[in-house]
């Protein structure tokens, strides 16, 4: 059983950054695929950004050249740097690690970009 926890959100003025940070329990974090998910209210979640095992990265359209992915395996910790944020950027973010067979959730952690 893997246990994600994350952490970072908060409120920033529009043009503002934050970075979050997700840190998960148990062994072979290595191995997760590793995203970051947001929902605002009355929308279905999205996907944001993902980091596979190898570090490779992929990004929505509406965060590229804005937002950076990463991880550090010898923490167990995935990061979302969040640059230039936007008011449409406000949501629960959630971090979410699959590998084969299994996918886990953190909580999720708000944001609001408000001046």
């Known amino acids: 059983q893997v246990q994600l926890v994350e952490s970072g959100g908060g409120l920033v003025q529009p043009g503002g950054s934050l970075r979050l940070s997700c840190a998960a329990s148990?062994?072979?974090?290595?191995?997760?695929?590793m995203g970051w998910y947001r929902q605002a209210p009355g929308k279905q979640r999205e996907l944001v950004a993902t980091?596979?095992?190898?570090?490779?990265?992929d990004y929505a359209d509406s965060v590229k050249g804005r937002f950076t992915i990463s991880r550090d395996n010898a923490k167990n910790t995935v990061y979302l740097q969040m640059n230039s944020l936007k008011p449409e950027d406000t949501a629960v973010y959630y971090c979410?690690?699959?590998?084969?067979?299994?996918?886990?959730w953190g909580q999720g952690t708000q944001v609001t970009v408000s001046s």
């Open positions: 980091i596979f095992s190898g570090g490779n990265t």
């Open positions: 148990g062994s072979m974090f290595s191995i997760y695929t």
């Open positions: 979410n690690g699959r590998a084969v067979g299994s996918a886990y």
